[in-house]
């Protein structure tokens, strides 16, 4: 991963590298080329130039040709010239330096190359001048002139040669630019694909060990950049992946005990019966007890194939208008038998006649009855139960409050999750299962609602839920 990342990073950035270097290589070798001809050029031209007078004079025959030599070393010092001087037939009759003399002496130049010359101009050519020379030259021809006119011409060659050093130079320079820029190059992109690449490799790893059920690794995010997002979210990920597998794994072992606590003793109370360890006088009473844990189970089960359906997904909420006002009246009829027998005050408040809702009414009669059973469960002997449901814009709210122990600030997290209980042992409510509360939460959630919970330890507790009112 890792590598093959790196590796492409790397051949991409060298060919884009490597391309640039050559295509500026060539350029700028071109671009030398060019300048440093034109400069040799235009200094044999002002060379040439400039020994016009001296030129004149020796037509004249004021000046000897050793007077015109001695100019010719000088620019001989700089230009390594050769230089040729013809009539206006195009014979060579003077050759410097006079080494040469044997080689050109006499010879004859093509009336191509002497005729723009004769009329005038100045000539510039490059090249072996016709193979008369082995290495390249650049060659300025001007016309020898006097009071007369034009009475020959002077050519002057200086090997390219020279500047090839100059130029060899050059593009060992560029050379050796694109080498070391590309080994910095190389390093920078070594350390930026490094940063790219290895929390990409590390999130490759970590997902394969949360595949495999380890869930503790994390990312190392060092970046603000796209990776580093990504990064973030992978971990984010690992989290709730993470608090998914806890719950279910507490969720599985609450479902186990709760369903092994009452098989057990429901177990022990059947044997007893049947190996008579427990005397007929106190048959009749376990088995009223083992009756009321399947009534338990039962209903633990129930809850549980609730619970399972909605977080399933299956769970449809069939939405209808309806008053809950009626609703709540008919669900506090089924109850009061059990309210009256713990002789609790019932104030029942509805701030509108008819409150119309837009919601499923089964579900919600299953909220309303847990709330209104745990209500019943926790409030004090002789206290009272509060029902108020009102109207605020387009929102109903319904409440249920009573007088019980209240639920303390640091519990009221918890009492949504399912199986949980407060202070289980104490309160001795085994008839409970602790999974109402995650019902009632799962279906206010579905229905898009809230759900508060107002509790005062000592004081007692209210729920107040509320849903999407509508005019009938
Ligand atoms: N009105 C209340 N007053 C005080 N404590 C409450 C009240 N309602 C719920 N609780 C606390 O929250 C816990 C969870 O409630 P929940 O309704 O989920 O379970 P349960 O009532 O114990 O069992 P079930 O509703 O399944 O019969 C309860 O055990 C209790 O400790
Ligand atoms: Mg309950």
Not at 369 to 379: E, G, M, Q, V
């Amino acid at each position: 991963m890792f590598r093959s990342l790196y590796v492409k990073l790397m051949v991409t950035y060298s060919v884009i590298l490597i391309a640039t270097m050559l295509l500026l290589g060539v350029l700028l070798s071109s671009f030398f080329q060019d300048t440093i001809t034109e400069n040799r050029t235009q200094e044999l031209i002002r060379e040439g130039n400039a020994l016009t007078p001296y030129l004149e004079y020796f037509t004249y025959g004021i000046y000897d040709i050793w007077v015109l030599e001695g100019q010719f070393k000088v620019i001989d010092r700089f230009l390594n010239v050769s230089i040729w001087m013809t009539d206006t037939n195009g014979r060579i009759y003077y050759v410097y330096p006079e080494t040469d003399n044997e080689l050109w002496q006499n010879h004859r130049l093509t009336d191509e190359i002497l005729e723009p010359v004769l009329r005038g101009e100045t000539i510039k050519v490059q090249g072996n001048f016709g193979d008369r020379f082995t290495v390249p030259v650049i060659t300025v021809g001007m016309p020898l002139k006097n009071a007369q006119g034009i009475i020959g011409t002077i050519f002057l060659h200086s090997p390219i040669q020279e500047l090839g050093t100059s130029l060899k130079n050059t593009y060992l320079s560029i050379w050796r630019a694109s080498f070391f820029s590309t080994f910095l190059s190389m390093l920078l992109l070594y350390y930026v694909s490094r940063r790219i690449s290895k929390p990409l490799a590390e999130m490759n790893v970590i997902s394969r060990e949360i595949a495999s059920g380890n869930f503790k690794r994390r990312v190392q995010i060092k970046s603000k950049d796209e990776v580093g997002q990504v990064g973030l979210n992978f971990n984010a990920m690992a989290d709730a992946l993470e608090n998914l597998e806890l719950t279910r794994k507490t969720f599985v072992a609450n479902v186990s005990h709760e369903l092994r606590s009452p098989l057990t003793s429901m177990k022990g109370y059947i044997q007893g019966v049947l190996d008579k360890t427990i005397g007929d006088e106190d048959r009749d009473r376990y088995l009223e007890i083992a009756l009321t844990e399947t009534e338990r189970m039962n209903r633990l089960i129930s809850g549980l194939l609730d619970l399972a359906q909605v977080e399933s997904g299956q769970f449809s909420v069939e939405k209808k208008v309806y008053d809950i006002n009626e609703q709540i009246r008919r669900a506090l009829i089924a109850r009061e038998e059990s309210i009256n027998e713990r002789n609790m005050k019932i104030e029942v408040v509805f701030k509108e006649e008819n409150l119309f809702v837009e919601a499923d009414p089964d579900r919600i009669q299953q909220v309303i009855i847990n709330l209104l059973d745990n209500a019943i469960k926790f409030n004090k002997d002789g206290g009272s139960l509060l029902i108020e449901t009102w109207r605020y814009k387009d929102k109903a709210f319904i409440k249920i409050k009573d007088e019980g122990p209240g639920i303390a600030r640091e519990e009221i997290g918890h009492i949504w999750t399912p199986f949980y209980q407060i202070d289980k042992s104490r309160s001795n409510k085994r008839v409970g299962t602790g999974l109402g509360l995650s019902i009632v939460k799962k279906i206010i959630d579905a229905h898009d609602s809230s759900i508060w919970v107002n509790s005062k330890l000592g004081e007692g507790t209210a729920f107040i839920f509320s849903l999407k009112a509508t005019r009938k």
